[in-house]
């Protein structure tokens, strides 16, 4: 497959979001060896994911924080009793 087959089939893409199967990520990452401007163009997609996922990302409510600890500290102090 050719660098440019590489960048408009959504393997990259998928290889990023960890969706890739087992035998698409070994092709691209034998392929990476045969164009390095391959890794160039996954670090960019990685970066363009985490700036997607920081705009849409929304701050949970203070209380959600206390509540969350409280039910950990109850799941530990079950498994701690015999």
């Known amino acids: 497959m050719s660098l440019e087959r590489f960048i408009s089939s959504?393997?990259?893409?998928?290889?990023?979001?960890g969706m890739a199967s087992e035998a698409e990520a070994k092709e691209?990452?034998?392929?990476?060896?045969?164009?390095?401007?391959?890794?160039?163009?996954?670090?960019?997609?990685?970066?363009?994911l985490e700036r997607y996922v920081s705009l849409q990302a929304i701050a949970p409510?203070?209380?959600?924080?206390?509540?969350?600890?409280r039910m950990v500290a109850d799941e530990t102090t079950k498994c701690e009793k015999p």
């Open 61 to 69: 409510p203070p209380a959600i924080k206390d509540h969350l600890l």
């Open 28 to 48: 691209l990452e034998a392929a990476m060896v045969a164009y390095p401007e391959l890794e160039k163009e996954i670090e960019s997609c990685r970066r363009d």
């Open 10 to 17: 959504g393997i990259i893409e998928l290889y990023v979001t």
